[in-house]
C-alpha cells in the first residue's frame, strides 16, 4: 500500500498556504495564472488568507479558504470554476476546480462562495 507522511503533504499544503492569495470566479477553468486572473475571471476577491494544513475531510491533509461575501464581480456570464493564485513578486495559479453548480453574475454586483477545501489526499 503507497503511503506519504503528512509532513510530505504538508509541505505541499503550506506553499498554498504562504503564497496564495487571489480567489477569481471564471467563465471555464483557466490552466495559468493570465487565464484565471485575466482572459476568464468574472471577478475576484484579494488579500485571502487560507487556513494552516489539517486533515482533510475523507483523507489526506487541507487546507480551507474562508468564505466569500463581498467579491468584487468584474463581468457578465455563467461562472464555472475557481482559482487560487499566487500574485505577490512572481504569479502562479495555485489551484482550480469546478464550482458545485453555475451561477450567473453580473459585472458591478458582489458575489458569494463557500469555504474552499484545498485537499491533496493520502495516495491509493
Known sequence: MPFL??????????????????????????ANYTEATSTYTLGNKTSLSAGSPQNG????????IPAITDGAVTGTDDATHWAYSKTTSTTELLAAQALSAPQAVTSGNEFTLDAISITFPDPS
Open 5 to 30: 507522511s503528512d509532513n510530505v503533504l504538508d509541505n505541499g499544503i503550506a506553499y498554498v498556504v504562504s503564497h496564495g492569495s487571489r480567489l477569481d470566479i471564471c467563465s471555464q477553468e483557466p
Open 57 to 64: 475531510a475523507s483523507s489526506g491533509r487541507r487546507t480551507i
